[in-house]
């Protein structure tokens, strides 16, 4: 099993541009999740999902948007990137409660 | 969901059991403890979780308090590969599962 694959896992954006994160689990887990994680400090849950279909904010959301319209697949859309949103981006997949959460290697966006 | 106190950082030495603490007070009943680590820029790695009971696995023993207002997260034999930081979390569901500020674990040689 692959678990929680990201692309791409390096980007360099120009202010304005946008682009998607991809995130694929092979699990078959109903949950899933996007995280930034800014140089030198802790995760911040930006979307999640409970299942196809669903998605919720989490505490950063501004300035993205997911959808989930497969079990295996969420991808994390940017628009009109901001030099805010340079960040490692990590993506994670979970069965439900209880059970852990699975982090992919991450993506790594710069924004100039 | 319960708030989780933690201590910003800790060290240990080699080869010596690294007891990581975790004040979760107001934690309710059918809330879960769960413990996550990330060791320098890579993805958080699920370690365990627990209930009401002592948990262990191949990683480490999570041993919650009676009252369940906090728990001990134990590595056993700490090596140079266990520094990190430590995650403690307490939900009710997996929903918007976010992270706090964690504990710096040092393991010092």
């Known amino acids: 099993n692959a678990g929680v694959t990201q692309t791409p896992k390096f980007r360099i954006l120009k202010i304005g541009q946008s682009m998607t994160l991809q995130c694929t689990q092979d699990m078959n887990h109903n949950y899933m999740y996007w995280y930034r994680q800014d140089p030198g400090m802790g995760l911040k849950l930006i979307y999640y999902s409970v299942g196809a279909g669903i998605t919720d904010k989490g505490e950063v959301p501004n300035g993205y948007n997911v959808s989930r319209s497969t079990t295996e697949d969420f991808p994390l859309r940017l628009e009109l990137a901001a030099p805010s949103q340079t960040s490692v981006y990590f993506c994670a997949s979970s069965r439900g409660t209880p059970g852990g959460l699975f982090f992919g290697e991450g993506s790594r966006l710069t924004v100039l | 969901d319960a708030k989780t106190t933690q201590p910003p950082s800790m060290d240990c030495a080699e080869g010596r059991a690294a007891n990581l603490p975790c004040n979760h007070s107001?934690?309710?009943?059918?809330?879960?403890v769960y413990w996550y680590r990330q060791i320098h820029s890579q993805g958080p790695q699920y370690i365990i979780h627990?209930?009401?009971n002592n948990e262990t696995n191949e990683m480490a023993s999570l041993i919650i308090t009676e009252d369940r207002k906090s728990s001990t997260l134990i590595l056993p034999h700490a090596t140079l590969r266990d520094t990190a930081v430590y995650y403690c979390i307490v939900r009710l569901n997996n929903n918007d599962m976010r992270f706090g500020a964690g504990t710096r674990l040092t393991v010092k040689p």
């Open positions: 107001t934690i309710s009943g059918n809330e879960y």
């Open positions: 627990g209930l009401k």
